[in-house]
């Protein structure tokens, strides 16, 4: 599968690159990509969209933090936010403090994370809200105090049993352009018509795919058939509008493109973990 290469520099006087960028105005239009270089994704608190890392995809809808390898292929959407939401992105090479740092005896924790990371890593609960916070310092510092806030925050990571490792690794990676175009092309429309049905001709003549070369296509690039792909762009519509609007959980169902209510039930517990009224009750009781 092919992704395409991006280069990153750091900025002047630093080691590593850092930025935070403002969920509530308008995301860059994600692609699909890699890089040398490892990456930290820190998403505040009620930040919702999807990533899609390696073979690994998943929905989130209350912000998330991951810890990526180096050329692990990786696709970011990020939903529009609100006011204070945001995200926090580091970006480093594994030598970034010379190559025999890593290999220096106490830097073995953090040597073992970064060996982790190479199939990706999301790291939950207190963990995420504590590195947050570390971020946002780290952002406000400069030079030596900036980089030795940035060796507790990774020791941190280091030492926490708060993580879940994505298995994401393993996935051959090509440097193509075109490839870049071609699943930009799926994502925009599933993103455009998940509401309806999808004729699984209609899509892969998009690509210029037979129907089994298509499935194949996807079920590589995924993991999941293309039906559990579509529900889950659904079943995170549906999930906003559970918590948005006014409208009855069988609306929901019907607005998001389920044509059986029953179906719906099934597919967001598989996916959330929650039926619709456990989901909308927690959403709303955290909000209000």
């Known amino acids: 599968m092919k992704a395409l290469l991006k280069k990153i520099e750091p900025g002047f006087g630093s080691s590593f690159a850092i930025k935070k960028i403002d969920?509530?105005?308008d995301q860059p239009a994600p692609e699909w990509h890699q890089h040398s270089e490892y990456e930290l994704v820190f998403l505040s608190k009620g930040v919702k969209g999807r990533h899609h890392i390696g073979h690994y995809y998943h929905c989130f809808d209350d912000g998330e933090l991951t810890f990526l390898g180096s050329h692990l292929p990786h696709y970011r959407f990020v939903n529009k936010g609100k006011l204070g939401q945001h995200k926090i992105v580091i970006q480093l090479r594994r030598d970034f403090l010379g190559a025999g740092f890593l290999g220096q005896p106490e830097m073995a924790a953090i040597r073992a994370l970064f060996e982790r990371a190479k199939g990706g890593i999301s790291f939950s609960g207190a963990t995420k809200e504590k590195i947050g916070a570390n971020l946002e310092r780290i952002l406000t510092l400069e030079g030596f105090d900036r980089l030795i806030e940035l060796l507790r925050m990774f020791n941190d990571l280091a030492k926490s049993t708060e993580y879940k490792l994505l298995k994401a690794d393993g996935f051959a990676v090509e440097v193509d352009p075109l490839e870049k175009e071609r699943i930009r092309k799926v994502y925009s429309y599933v993103e455009?018509?998940?509401?309806?049905?999808?004729p699984l001709e209609d899509i892969a003549a998009k690509i210029n795919m037979t129907i089994p070369a298509f499935c194949r296509y996807i079920k590589k690039l995924t993991g999941k058939t293309f039906t559990q792909f579509v529900n889950e762009f659904r079943i995170d519509y549906a999930s906003r509008l559970l918590v948005e609007e006014s409208m009855t959980i069988g609306e929901i169902s019907f607005e998001s493109g389920f044509n059986n209510f029953s179906h719906f039930n099934k597919q967001f517990k598989a996916i959330t973990n929650q039926?619709?009224?456990?989901?909308r009750k927690q959403q709303r009781q955290m909000v209000g």
């Open 23 to 25: 969920c509530a105005k």
């Open 192 to 198: 455009k018509h998940f509401q309806n049905n999808i």
């Open 275 to 279: 039926s619709p009224s456990a989901f």
